[in-house]
């Protein structure tokens, strides 16, 4: 009688236990994780996986379910960027979609929790710890982090965390600082900032190494403009004979123009300093002497900027409507699907946005003549034909 009651104690033991594991997991907080890391050029995303994984050994700890976590690698929690409200006000902003998106998520009361890995990888800008302050207050989650330094539970809480988010803000405008310094002594220097390196070069030690293949294509492209070939013809015939670009993808009139009006192939070091909005000044303010081997001579680049320059300045007047080389570019529409058709080497082509799903495409000179042929004597105006 005795071994039999005490099997029977540990049983209702057993199921007493059980009923209140599965009462706590019922009564589980829904907690949501946020995880940011403000530089990761490569975008390997290594440091937002380990503050998720510490993330979620604090949440099982605490017998709290995840429901959502919120990602935002590569981005910074304190540069701002100037833009326009639907007021018509601008202001300045840190732009962090994921942060706005966790916000509007726990003041909807998507989550009874937020854990963060530290309070300077949730907010290091005041007005965003403004923002989750208030957020709390009025859904009433709790916050946690894994390092400890963010509550927000109590009065002494808050304002800790406003003091830390100060001292956090400060530092990152000493970075700043200290960076756009170094970064003007580079110039000064003439050593390469760093970044993509120009076509036609690699990166080494603060300079840039030139790649002789590409070097080549450099010369040819600038050869060819001087001597009346168009950015147009010079990237068909690269594409034609499947050179690939900077990118691994065909050529563009675009890349080679930034290519050819580069100062860095003639040696030159610009210096555009970072302005106060966070934007990158459109001026050069500073102008040295690089520490690399130049592409191209000084005078023959000038020449190639200035005739490139000089067609983009008639192509201009062209669009103004004195003379339009193809004239009719842009104003003829696509009997099949209705969109507008554009000159391409002989041809009018249909613009269809959607790779493949029109192929529409009429002679150039045959067209230019028919409508001409129906048209008065004058200049085409904004209009449309159908083809």
Not at 133 to 141: E, M, Q, R, S, Y
Not at 220 to 244: E, F, K, M
Request: proline share 4%.
């Amino acid at each position: 009688m005795t071994g039999t009651g005490g099997d029977s104690d540990a049983r209702r033991k057993v199921q007493f236990m059980v009923a209140r594991r599965k009462e706590a997991q019922e009564k589980a907080l829904r907690v949501v994780l946020y995880v940011r890391i403000s530089s990761d050029p490569g975008g390997l995303e290594k440091g937002v996986d380990r503050q998720e994984k510490d993330c979620r050994i604090l949440a099982d700890l605490l017998g709290w379910q995840v429901v959502r976590v919120f990602r935002e690698n590569d981005t910074s929690a304190y540069k701002q960027k100037t833009i326009t409200l639907p007021t018509g006000e601008r202001v300045r902003r840190v732009i962090r979609p994921q942060f706005r998106e966790l916000l509007t998520l726990l003041g909807r009361r998507g989550a009874e929790a937020l854990i963060a890995y530290d309070l300077d990888r949730a907010v290091r800008d005041p007005r965003d710890l403004e923002d989750l302050i208030d957020t709390k207050v009025l859904a009433g989650f709790q916050v946690r982090s894994t390092t400890g330094s963010l509550r927000l539970e109590n009065d002494a809480d808050v304002a800790m965390a406003r003091v830390l988010v100060a001292m956090a803000n400060k530092s990152s405008a000493d970075t700043a600082r200290r960076v756009k310094r170094a970064s003007q002594q580079q110039a000064e220097d003439g050593r390469w900032h760093g970044g993509m390196a120009p076509f036609g070069y690699r990166m080494k030690d603060s300079s840039l190494i030139p790649v002789p293949e590409d070097a080549v294509l450099v010369r040819q492209g600038a050869d060819r403009i001087l001597a009346g070939d168009s950015l147009y013809r010079v990237v068909r015939d690269w594409n034609d004979a499947n050179i690939p670009s900077a990118k691994g993808t065909k050529w563009a009139t675009t890349a080679l123009r930034q290519i050819l009006t580069n100062p860095a192939i003639t040696g030159v070091r610009t210096y555009r300093p970072i302005l106060d909005d966070g934007s990158l000044s459109k001026e050069v303010v500073l102008t040295t002497q690089g520490i690399w081997e130049p592409l191209l001579d000084r005078e023959v680049f000038e020449k190639v900027g200035q005739v490139i320059a000089s067609r983009g300045d008639a192509y201009r007047v062209e669009r103004r409507g004195r003379t339009r080389l193809y004239p009719f570019s842009g104003m003829i529409r696509c009997e099949r699907c209705g969109i507008v058709m554009r000159k391409q080497s002989d041809f009018y082509v249909c613009c269809m946005p959607e790779r493949g799903a029109c192929s529409r495409r009429i002679s150039f000179a045959q067209t230019n003549a028919v409508i001409l042929a129906h048209s008065p004597r004058r200049s085409p105006r904004p209009g449309s034909w159908i083809a």
